[in-house]
């Protein structure tokens, strides 16, 4: 049985709500069915025409809903706003989603990786578990009607602002989102609705997002280029003034315990990326991307891509001297095609001036040092990331000074709750954001009802 849903265009039915939540997403969701679960009258706003359009595009459609980590190291994946987390994490972390789902024939499995997917790789089926969750609460959904701002009396919630009028309520719930994939309905709306009620919002930023090189047309040159098992190192400098000698030997970086950068080095870590037509893309670009984007406001950043981190420049100078040793009669075109991707041949003899059909006996050393530093050295200096709106998750949004982590509660205004990516926290990659998202929800929605139920 559906939540009682009111189609677009149609009147709010007249009933006494007790909690009004702000958003249909994971937080959202979450958050009015457990403060339904709990006897409370919830009518639940969502701008958009269905629920949950976000989490139909997480994991490319699969759902990563949450990750095998340990309670530490899970924390980690968040930097140091992470620690906020502990308490939502103590009362509903990743078994308690789980037997959420499996309540609604919903059975996950564990990816070598640590990636939490539904068994059935069908988002879809998170989003009708959680439909039938709400129906179990009678939780009334209403689309299209946006919020535009949240009603305050003597300090104390007493309803919301929509586009289809005032409504009345003892608790507010706003789980709008964040700025990313703005085509899910996340619009950035309920930052300015904290910010009207004094709140303040910690500067947004584009979270696991692309970046745009200062050079586009060295980029664009190597568009397409797939780069495997790479060590991509960020520095706090231009790329001209890169020290090769402090790129560490292991990955450091946001969420890996015990290995933190070291000035100038931002991030180093190893993985795949892909160059764009803007700049660089790919799974480490975008873990390495909000330290990056940070960075950035405290002065120039570069990034340098060795290409064969197996090899150190000693083993690969001899292995390059060898190839063009052995195969002197072929052009060096054609023997460097054999160290690099298809996509990068071409601008590799561009860069290193060597004439394409030069043969392999007449290349000097000159020539292949330069190939070399280019092998273990690619470079570029960074722009900025390519937009919020490309993003996969928004960085920023409301101070977690302002927000109760026990209870998702605002400390400013009474009656009033936050859950989801609007708060001030964001991770990488691997299921840890919208396992934040179900948690701080899970709590909002559970302290709502407790709020409403001592007023009451």
Known sequence: MPARAIGKGSAIMAGNYQIIVVGAGAAGMMAAGRAAELGSNVLLLEKMERPGKKILITGNGRCNLSNSRDMDSFIAQFGHNGRFLYSAFNRFFRDDLLALLRRYGIECKTE????????????????????????????????????????????????????????????????AGGLAHP??????????????????????????????????????????????????????CPSGKIDLSLVPRVDVGRGIAGKRSKPPIIESRTGDAIITH????????????????????????????????????????????????????????????????????????????????????????????????????????????????????????????????????SRLVDGLFFCGEVIDVDAGTGGFNLQAAFSTGYVAGESAASFVLTKR
């Open 112 to 175: 070598p990786d640590g990636k939490v997917y539904p068994t059935t790789d069908n988002a879809r089926d998170i989003v009708r578990a959680f439909e039938r969750y709400m129906a179990d609460g009678k939780v009334t959904l209403r689309f299209g009607v946006s919020v535009t701002g949240v009603l305050v009396e003597n300090g104390l919630v007493s309803g919301v602002q929509t586009s289809a009028g005032n409504l009345p309520a003892s608790a507010v719930i706003l789980a």
């Open 278 to 409: 803007f700049g660089l893309s790919g799974p480490i670009i975008l873990e390495m991307s909000i330290a990056i984007v940070d960075a950035l406001a405290n002065g120039p950043v570069s990034v340098s891509i060795d290409l064969m981190p197996d090899r150190d420049a000693g083993a690969l100078r001899t292995e390059l001297q060898q190839a063009f040793d052995r195969h002197g009669k072929r052009t060096y075109r054609n023997i460097i095609k054999d160290f690099l991707p298809q996509k990068l041949v071409e601008p590799f003899v561009g860069m290193t001036g060597v004439p394409p059909d030069e043969l392999g006996n007449q290349i000097t050393l000159e020539a292949r040092e330069s190939l070399l530093n280019l092998l273990k050295s690619l470079r570029f200096d960074i722009k900025g990331a390519y937009s919020t709106s490309t993003a996969m998750v928004t960085a920023g949004g409301i101070s977690l000074k302002e927000i109760d982590p026990r209870t998702m509660a």
């Open 183 to 236: 085509e899910t309905g996340s619009t950035g709306d309920g930052f300015p609705i904290a910010a009207a009620l004094g709140h303040t919002i910690v500067r947004l930023r584009p979270g696991l997002a692309p970046l745009v090189v200062t050079d586009i047309e060295q980029a664009r040159r190597m568009q397409g280029a797939s780069l495997r098992n790479v060590r991509i190192t960020a520095f706090q």
